[in-house]
């Protein structure tokens, strides 16, 4: 069974705000006391937070669907709904969070450094806070916001300062063993280390980590073995420790040629060149490696590499290896800048920016932009006099203008929105803003034109009124008394 996993892909979906509500307060003596309707509630965040105690990703890879609440819709009295709860997901120090196209999103490195990856919708407000001087009643409220939800990558960087690099079983997790504290497995087999495995190591002042990256043979950077899965925990390494095998019975194999062999995969993989090499030359405690080591150690000194002769098993060597390492990471953490405290930049929009575009396409025209949509999204289209509150706002905004600087004549085409969640209708220019012209709650007389069959019954049932009247009494109907003044 799987008990590391580095890389996963999560689907996280945000909670949806609540809706607002659209209520008159009733009381005794009171019939119409006034809107009351309450706000809904924010939806829920999904948010990551490095965790210490945390160090794989296999939860994430059994249950990859992850939701936050949602926020509970307004009441009347004035009551807005509760907020949705966040939902926090500890991830390892390290993850960088990518989206579905291997774009880097955020890079979490530090105890408590956190990121929402989805945000939970705004909640609708209730008719109380829509009610205005000049809109003193609304009949309607607006609809929450569906939170986001989207696909995220999660990958694990191993955060070490070293990073020891070899062949299967040239001795890297035995030779952590000794250095820290840390048990890891051994055997004497091939890959017999199949996840990274972190030890702590002190040497005087200088307290480091070091990785053991398993899984390197020819062809890791493109895949064959486990190298490819397991390059990327060397990224974050200050320095790099080659571990030599001088003991190996493997045939064709020698201490030059693994070293070459792995710094051709590293060179593949990219962005290492920079990183300080020191090389061990392991299992000298062994007759024929030391006898290999005093070959080879002349021509790996040529190259400019540091060599130590070192050995896990009779601990040679291992005290002026670890302190080799900690210079390299002291060097490395003094040439970092001063880490200086985040300013907050205020960056205001340009006094002319409307924060919205009108476009022409195919024969009709597209408005984009964030209040735009936003609006949309939250406009009740079965209630008319929401539909008319959303002109009225598009109106103020300038939307009108633009449509007829692009253009658009009435009745032209005019979408709002992305085209997989798009808002089509037929623009009319004369449609007049401003509540002056609201009827009763629900309803909005701007929009009456276009309900022919509406007209039609209240026609009809007006008729059948003025009938029934003037059959009982000629005089008391209006049209009937209208005929005498003629006549």
């Avoid at 992850?66 to 966040?86: C, I, L, M």
């Avoid at 955020?106 to 408590?112: K, N």
Wanted: aromatic content about 4%; charged content about 25%.
């Amino acid at each position: 069974m799987t008990t590391f996993v580095d890389r996963v892909e999560l689907h996280v979906a945000a909670g949806n705000g609540g809706h607002g509500c659209a209520s008159v307060h009733r009381e005794k003596f009171k019939p119409l006391g006034g809107p009351d309707g309450g706000n809904g509630g924010r939806g829920g965040d999904v948010v990551l937070v490095v965790d210490p105690d945390v160090t794989t990703l296999l939860d994430y890879h059994h249950s990859p669907h992850r939701k936050a609440t949602n926020g509970r819709p307004g009441a009347g009295g004035n009551r807005s709904g509760a907020d949705g709860q966040d939902l926090v997901l500890p991830v390892p120090d390290g993850t960088v969070v990518m989206d579905a196209h291997g774009e880097v999103l955020a890079d979490l490195v530090g105890a408590g450094t956190s990121y929402v990856a989805a945000a939970g919708g705004r909640g609708g407000l209730g008719n109380a806070a829509l009610a205005s001087a000049r809109r003193k009643a609304p009949g309607f409220a607006l609809l929450g916001e569906p939170g986001d939800v989207l696909d995220i990558v999660l990958e694990l960087k191993t955060v070490a300062d070293v990073a020891l690099v070899g062949y299967p079983s040239a001795g890297k997790s035995s030779l952590i063993s000794v250095l820290s504290a840390a048990k890891p497995k051994i055997a004497d087999y091939p890959f017999t280390t199949l996840v990274p495995n972190l030890g702590v190591v002190t040497a005087g002042e200088v307290v480091y980590t070091v990785a053991d990256v398993p899984g390197l043979i020819p062809g890791a950077s493109e895949g064959r073995g486990l190298g490819l899965e397991f390059l990327r925990h060397v990224e974050r390494c200050s320095a790099l420790v080659h571990v030599l095998d001088c003991a190996t019975l493997e045939p064709g194999r020698d201490p030059l040629s693994d070293l070459e062999t792995i710094e051709a995969e590293l060179a593949a993989y990219g962005g290492l060149e920079d990183r300080p090499r020191l090389v061990a030359l392991n299992k000298t405690d062994v007759p024929d490696g030391q006898d290999l080591a005093d070959i080879v150690r002349a021509d790996l000194e040529a190259r400019g590499l540091r060599v130590f002769e070192v050995s896990a098993a009779s601990r040679k060597g291992l005290r002026e290896l670890s302190f080799a390492m900690a210079g390299l990471v002291a060097e490395a953490r003094a040439a970092k800048p001063v880490q200086e405290a985040t300013r907050i930049v205020l960056r205001p929009k340009a006094v002319d920016d409307t924060g919205f575009t009108v476009t022409v396409e195919d024969g009709f025209f597209r408005v984009r932009g964030a209040k735009p949509e936003r609006w949309v999204r939250q406009t009740d289209f079965a209630n008319d006099e929401a539909v008319g509150y959303l002109a009225d706002r598009l109106a103020r905004l300038g939307v009108e203008e633009q449509l007829w600087k692009a253009g658009a004549k009435e009745g032209a085409e005019v979408v709002i929105g992305p085209d997989e969640n798009a808002v089509v209708f037929d623009w009319e220019p004369t449609m007049a803003a401003g509540a002056e012209m609201l009827g009763r709650r629900g309803e909005d007389h701007r929009l009456q034109t276009q309900r022919p069959a509406v007209d039609r019954r209240r026609n009809r049932a007006r008729d059948e009124v003025d009938a029934e009247y003037a059959a009982f009494d000629p005089l008391s109907s209006g049209r009937a008394a209208e005929d005498d003044e003629d006549v």
